[in-house]
């Protein structure tokens, strides 16, 4: 009998210190891989997926390449561009989007995007910095 107390004493010490024990925080690297490739750009937020032409404005592309954004942003530091959230899923748009891979349509241009109506401002990381 005294054995099963000092094991059922030392079982609740245990748990004691278990629970009081400082709780440390681990750096884990994540990998995200590379940019995915879309015609007109892709959404900033995961799952990353290919944003519609019209998303995003002429600022974000070069000679026709688009230049990223996310964590694959490209672009010169303090970039702010346009995008139309309009043609974002969390704002409610269920329109066409294009596939991975898929290849821009002949005759759409980046440098002037016919009807483009910006009306957000954001960063390369996604951060809204400024209404149109």
Known sequence: MNGLKIFVLAAVAA????????????????????????????YDVPPYNC?????????????????????????????????????????????AMPNRGDKPEPGRRFDKIEHFKGNEVRDGQGHVVGRH
Not at 16 to 38: D, H, R
Not at 54 to 72: L, M, V
């Open 15 to 42: 748990l004691c210190f278990m629970v009081t024990a400082p709780k440390t925080q681990a750096q884990v690297g994540v990998e995200i891989g590379v940019a995915p490739v879309c015609p007109y750009g892709y």
């Open 51 to 95: 944003a519609p032409y019209g998303y995003y404005g002429p600022e974000w592309f070069s000679g026709g390449i688009f230049i990223g954004a996310g964590p694959w942003f490209h672009g010169p530091a303090g970039f702010h561009g346009h995008v139309n959230n309009r043609f974002h899923p969390d704002h409610g748009y269920h329109g």
